[in-house]
């Protein structure tokens, strides 16, 4: 299982590929160096940075209480020194990695000799800090059953208001060799607790139950609370600092996971050791935990468009193809119908081709689209008609041989829709003027799909729609993903997210043909829209509106509705309207119907924006 992120190498060649990229001291030899003559406590392994003094080192005899005991995953167990030194930044918690199942109980006395490690979640490359760790162990159970070592308090008063030191200064921009000041970063304060023992008190859920058996909290009631009871992510410098992932210690086949929405509240307490990993980093894994008590929030539903407005909506559906089972398509249809209100335009992103991620050079989705509008239909809604343009057979990224695209679907009873020259993948829509006004060359077309920003990459689809005889453009987009980005707890402060150099270029292409319609009608109603994987604050929105050609309609919102996706705690915008100046009276819902949720149809909530042209 995911969650448990299991140690496959040898810590022998981690430890040696961590050398060798400068990230670990000492040198291979160090590795088989002479075991210590004097009495190595687990502080002194610790030390006051994130990587150990005694990295690459045997020790032997290092004693410590048993606090948490994990069978699965990466197996193993923690210890923890109970004769804490006086010194805050070294932890008195470690965990003693042994490969199979341990032998030893919660609350054994051991000793343990091994070697000293710095093991990288997700591998020296992915920017994640390193948890130090005993490895190669040899055990000796002195006394069972002792008491264990109190637990330190994580809650709003412990954890620090600022979030992490400012790695600029330092080697690489790396916060690794710099001296934990934990009562100024919460990163260094969540780190000078690695291995030991904590708790948290009641605490609000803002991270749905996930399929890996895990959810977030905050310690933090007050910190940048969403209208429904998230915590949102507002700028890059407000991290949240109170977000806290909860993993259990106990298998789910012994105890099943609680299932908790956003807003329902994790009651009593919440003890384990602290650990660090690859999907999320700082992480109680409970030895403990609490009880989930429900929260009220329900899926929104959005208000329906009046006779003269236009309702415009985009939906990421999450690789929605026909070996879907049925039950997909008929919650994403109910939530078209119910939650959206059967929008007259609909932007979709994620349809796949018609046999699915099958990689076998089809590229065609008609069988996709005609089991959802059916469902559409069968639902109660309208039957609306789809225009795309199918891509090069596995040009445009996602998962292999799925060929994800953007549709159109739109209400042929309330919208038209102005066919001029269909496009094909290769073929590029430009802008011309007919009869005084913009149109489109290829309708619809894609936008510059040779451009260099596009590849691997979806491209954007335009289309000209027309409403009680007033011309609407409509720009369907799936920017770039933000794979490879380091995450915030990356050991680089800040974090380096190297996806926004193309979502930057691709929102740059798209304003520019914004530019061009406006050139040609300064009062055309243009609507640039979808899965823009970027954050209304973020150098990709602010591209995409540059010299005002385009507003982030959700930026119309109060900042604790301004979100479309939940991740690791962090309510955060990745879907996006945005409109043309002369769209100026408007309104604007994020429908929250998924992202709050344990029980998914997508990971994505729909917007909708409803004017009148």
Same mark, same amino acid.
């Given at each position: ?30 590795? %088989? ?137 330092? +080697? ?103 650990? $660090? ?49 049925? %039950? ?6 109910? #939530?078209?119908? %119910? ?17 699915? +991620? ?6 065609? +989705? ?71 006004? +913009? ?24 289309? %000209? $729609? ?40 691709? #929102? ?106």
């Amino acid at each position: 299982m995911r969650s448990s992120h299991p140690r496959s190498a040898a810590v022998a060649a981690l430890v040696a590929t961590a050398l060798a990229t400068g990230l670990l001291a000492g040198t291979a030899d160090a590795a %088989e160096g002479a075991v210590s003559a004097d009495p190595i406590r687990i502080h002194d392994i610790q030390g006051t940075t994130r990587i150990s003094p005694l990295n690459g080192k045997a020790v032997a005899d290092v004693e410590g209480i048993v606090t948490g005991v994990r069978t699965y995953g990466s197996r193993g167990f923690w210890i923890q020194d109970p004769d804490a030194d006086d010194d805050a930044a070294t932890s008195e918690g470690v965990f003693v990695f042994t490969s199979s199942v341990p032998t030893v109980a919660v609350g054994d006395a051991v000793k343990v000799s091994g070697t000293v490690g710095e093991y990288v979640p997700g591998g020296v490359n992915s920017g994640n800090q390193s948890v130090t760790q005993i490895s190669k162990p040899t055990v000796t159970v002195v006394s069972s059953g002792n008491a264990l070592p109190q637990a330190a308090a994580v809650n709003e008063y412990t954890v620090p208001a600022a979030y992490a030191p400012n790695g600029d200064t330092a +080697a690489g921009g790396s916060i690794n060799g710099l001296t934990l000041d934990p009562s100024r970063y919460a990163l260094d304060f969540y780190e000078s607790l690695e291995g030991m023992n904590v708790k948290i008190g009641t605490s609000r859920v803002v991270g749905a139950t996930d399929p890996y058996s895990e959810l977030w909290v905050t310690v933090k009631g007050w910190e940048n609370t969403a209208k429904r009871g998230g915590t949102v992510y507002g700028s890059y410098e407000s991290q949240n600092t109170g977000r806290l992932q909860i993993q259990q210690l106990a298998p789910v086949a012994q105890q099943p996971f609680p299932v908790a929405n956003v807003g329902d509240k994790l009651t009593g307490t919440t003890e384990g050791p602290l650990d $660090f990993n690859q999907f999320g980093g700082y992480t109680l894994v409970a030895r403990t935990l609490g009880t989930v008590k429900a929260g009220t929030i329900a899926p929104e539903k959005t208000k329906a468009q009046a006779a003269g407005e236009l309702a415009v909506a985009t939906y990421n559906v999450e690789n929605l193809d026909p070996t879907d089972p049925q %039950e997909k398509f008929d919650a994403l249809a109910k #939530a078209v119908v %119910e939650n959206l209100a059967s929008p007259d335009i609909l932007a979709l992103e994620e349809i796949q081709d018609d046999n699915g +991620a099958k990689n076998d050079g089809v590229v065609s +989705a008609g069988q996709t689209l005609t089991k959802f509008t059916a469902a559409i239909a069968a639902a109660g809604g309208p039957a609306y008609q789809w225009k795309t343009v199918d891509p090069e057979n596995n040009k445009d990224g996602g998962e292999p041989g799925g060929n994800i695209r953007q549709v159109f679907l739109y209400n042929p009873a309330r919208v038209s829709f102005t066919e001029r020259a269909p496009g094909d993948a290769a073929t590029a829509t430009g802008v011309t003027s007919v009869n005084g006004k +913009a149109a489109l060359t290829h309708s619809p077309g894609r936008i510059d799909p040779a451009n260099p920003a596009w590849a691997d990459s979806r491209k954007p689809l335009a289309g %000209e $729609f027309v409403f009680k005889g007033k011309t609407v453009f409509v720009i369907a987009n799936h920017f770039g993903s933000k794979g490879g980005d380091e995450g915030l707890t990356s050991h680089h402060q800040p974090p380096v997210r190297s996806s926004e150099a193309k979502r930057l270029l691709q #929102a740059q292409a798209v304003n520019g043909f914004v530019k061009n319609v406006l050139a040609t009608d300064k009062n055309a109603n243009v609507l640039v829209l979808g899965d823009i994987n970027d954050f209304e604050f973020s150098a990709t929105t602010e591209a995409l509106a540059d010299g005002g050609a385009l507003y982030p309609a959700i930026k119309s919102l109060p900042k604790a509705e301004r979100y479309s996706y939940v991740y690791q705690g962090n309510a955060q915008v990745l879907d996006q309207i945005l409109t043309s100046p002369a769209i100026k009276n408007f309104t604007y819902d994020s429908v929250h119907i998924n992202a709050e949720f344990a029980a998914q149809n997508s990971d994505h909530d729909p917007q909708v924006l409803r004017f009148r042209p």
